[in-house]
């Protein structure tokens, strides 16, 4: 079996459900992942994805805070959520659209109402903000989950693919003794004495009961179809 | 049939950010940048915990167009269907060429494979020479909060990758002597071992 060290990836999206939530619910950003090493699903809150994208930074760098985002429509700072200038991690003055500072501060517009929730006395002027913001999405990439892998080519035993001329050693064949005919449930047996060496359970090689009295010559060997092969009784072949 | 067991876990499947979320500014893409290196690498002892996640912002057309609805690439290497595009260069990324320029500069995503087998790539065949750490990512599966749900809040959006559509808690064999099975539920050779999880 061939074994070696293989890295796999995934990707995850978080992004605003597409019905705005009710009022006060927390967390509507966040995703679950599931996390090999604990062995559980991991709460992945979007104000950690957004600051792990460093757009706090970059969003404040003159060059990249207008690199062109299509789609992503103008942040205002006007109607309903934390709209002061600058509070909270907020843009400082509105921002262009389709641009990166406009999607820097709708982002944070989202991770303020995530942890704090849309307040009811206000639900109706929130949601229209909240509206504005449905194309603000963050991708959660985990590219070096490692692990080792096996290889191995599996094919079906019998004569189909060869013979077995040792067969399961160390293992029993028996069929149910409440239903004959069912196949076995173990590894097929292998030949008997004075059995071709690649008969197994689906039909003996069987030679004629006259020929085997009389001593004559080795009789030709013939397969039977399996219909022609009765059940056989329980029986223990082998045992430890 | 190929992979059809997973042996050991190694590293890369927590739930960290590479990114130290306890800086700021400029130091959140250098810890991002030092941590990544010093999980390929290896660099610590090991018992130690490395990160496994970054995070890129999206266009909203990548995803609402079925851009990168299965598949993006962190690095430079390409994607089999977009070889033959006359400007291919990382459309795949998360937020396209411009935000892998960007986090190229921070992050050296350039260094992490490198080693391109075009033609293998061509095929589909995911096979690269060089570098063997990975730059492709599929959709894996998580829950995302579902806002007509009356009971679970939170719905599964199913992967396409890695294991399969659903990765769930509640398979990592328990450390110690193997437990003798009481039922084949309980068998551990039916379960994929040291917590990777799978359900087909």
């Known amino acids: 079996m061939l074994s070696r060290s293989t890295q796999v990836g995934e990707f995850y999206v978080m992004?605003?459900?597409?019905?705005?939530?009710?009022?006060?619910?927390?967390?509507?950003?966040?995703?679950?992942?599931?996390d090999e090493e604990g062995d559980r699903h991991v709460r992945i809150a979007w104000k950690d994805a957004l600051k792990a994208t460093a757009a706090v930074h970059l969003a404040t760098d003159n060059t990249i805070k207008a690199t062109p985002m299509p789609g992503v429509p103008e942040f205002i700072h006007a109607g309903g959520g934390p709209n002061k200038d600058g509070a909270g991690g907020l843009p400082a003055a509105d921002a262009g659209a389709n641009t990166f500072e406009a999607w820097y501060g709708h982002a944070k517009w989202l991770e303020h109402v995530n942890e704090k929730g849309i307040p009811?006395?206000?639900?109706?002027?929130?949601?229209?903000?909240?509206?504005?913001?449905?194309?603000?999405?963050?991708?959660?990439?985990?590219?070096?989950?490692?692990?080792l892998m096996h290889s191995a080519i599996a094919m079906v035993s019998g004569r189909d693919t060869g013979a077995t001329l040792f067969g399961p050693a160390g293992e029993s064949t028996f069929f149910s003794a409440a239903s004959?005919?069912?196949?076995?449930?173990?590894?097929?047996?292998?030949?008997?004495?004075?059995?071709h060496p690649g008969q197994d359970?689906?039909?003996p090689l069987r030679e004629s009961a006259p020929q085997r009295l009389t001593g004559g010559a080795?009789?030709?060997?013939?397969?039977?179809?399996?219909?022609?092969?009765?059940?056989?009784?329980?029986?223990?072949?082998?045992t430890r | 049939m190929r992979d059809i067991a997973c042996?050991?876990?190694?590293?890369?499947?927590?739930?960290?950010f590479f990114a130290d979320l306890k800086s700021d500014g400029a130091d959140i893409l250098s810890s991002a940048a030092t941590s990544m290196?010093?999980?390929?690498?290896?660099?610590?002892?090991?018992?130690?915990?490395?990160?496994?996640?970054?995070?890129?912002?999206?266009?909203?057309?990548q995803w609402n167009n079925g851009k990168i609805d299965n598949t993006i690439s962190i690095t430079s290497r390409l994607l089999p269907w977009d070889m033959n595009n006359a400007a291919p260069r990382d459309k795949s990324f998360p937020g396209g060429e411009a935000f892998y320029t960007i986090y190229d500069q921070f992050l050296g995503l350039g260094s992490v494979h490198y080693g391109e087998d075009v033609r293998a790539s061509e095929n589909m065949e995911y096979v690269s020479q060089g570098s063997v750490n990975n730059s492709l990512c599929f959709l894996g599966p998580h829950r995302v909060y579902a806002p007509l749900s009356m009971g679970d809040k939170h719905e599964l959006i199913p992967g396409q990758g890695h294991f399969g559509p659903d990765a769930v808690p509640g398979v990592r064999r328990p450390s110690g002597p193997t437990p003798r099975p009481t039922s084949d539920r309980d068998a551990p050779a039916s379960r994929t071992p040291d917590g990777a999880a799978a359900r087909w």
Request: charged letters at 25%; a positive charge; one cysteine or more.
């Open chain 1, 15 to 34: 992004r605003p459900p597409p019905f705005p939530p009710k009022a006060g619910v927390l967390g509507f950003m966040d995703i679950f992942l599931y």
């Open chain 2, 37 to 61: 290196q010093a999980r390929l690498n290896f660099a610590s002892d090991p018992d130690e915990k490395y990160g496994s996640m970054l995070a890129f912002p999206l266009l909203p057309d």
């Open chain 1, 120 to 147: 009811e006395a206000e639900y109706a002027t929130w949601v229209d903000s909240y509206n504005k913001k449905k194309s603000i999405y963050i991708v959660i990439a985990r590219p070096f989950i490692e692990h």
């Open chain 2, 7 to 16: 042996g050991g876990y190694v590293a890369g499947g927590n739930c960290d």
């Open chain 1, 218 to 238: 080795r009789p030709a060997l013939v397969m039977p179809p399996s219909s022609a092969c009765p059940p056989r009784p329980a029986r223990m072949i082998h």
């Open chain 1, 201 to 203: 359970d689906r039909g």
């Open chain 1, 180 to 195: 004959p005919s069912d196949p076995p449930r173990a590894p097929r047996r292998h030949a008997d004495l004075r059995q």
